[in-house]
């Protein structure tokens, strides 16, 4: 029998950190644009040393993070990130689909991001993917 049917898995205080308070403190921070508000959104998601990459930036500790959060406005003004899809957790490991809307609605980018995240309910790594996955060639 083909099962092709998704299960998301909810992390709970019996199993694991509460991975929707930190992912949602991430998109969060980077939608912040007040610097200050960011960096304390920053480090109140991310671990000290986290890093954070996408395939054309990336940002290693909060300093790190809190600057490619303030380039990618920069490049993406008015926009906002959102979380498009529900989590899919296990083991200390996440997925999410996400996406970056215009001031009118229009998504100009979607992804997914998989993020690793600590007993101190902070995530560690996180590795965005543009798009969706790429076809399996034969």
């Given at each position: 029998m083909n099962d092709t049917t998704t299960t998301t898995t909810t992390v709970d205080a019996e199993t694991g950190p509460?991975?929707?308070?930190a992912i949602d403190l991430?998109?969060?921070?980077?939608n912040e644009r007040d610097?200050?508000?960011?960096?304390?959104?920053?480090?109140?998601?991310f671990q000290?040393?986290?890093?954070?990459?996408?395939?054309?930036?990336?940002?290693?500790?909060h300093d790190g993070i809190n600057e490619m959060f303030a380039t990618v406005q920069g490049m993406f003004a008015e926009h906002s990130f959102r979380?498009?899809?529900g989590i899919d957790a296990h083991h200390g490991i996440a997925r999410y689909g996400w996406e970056l809307v215009a001031a009118d609605g229009t998504v100009a980018l979607a992804g997914?991001?998989?993020?690793?995240?600590?007993s101190d309910g902070r995530l560690n790594r996180?590795?965005?993917f543009f798009g969706d996955l790429p076809a399996l060639e034969s």
């Open positions: 509460d991975f929707s308070a991430y998109l969060q921070a980077y610097a200050t508000r960011r960096v304390a959104l920053i480090e109140q998601a000290p040393d986290a890093h954070l990459f996408d395939p054309p930036i990336e940002g290693a500790g979380r498009s899809t997914m991001d998989v993020a690793v995240i600590e996180v590795a965005g």
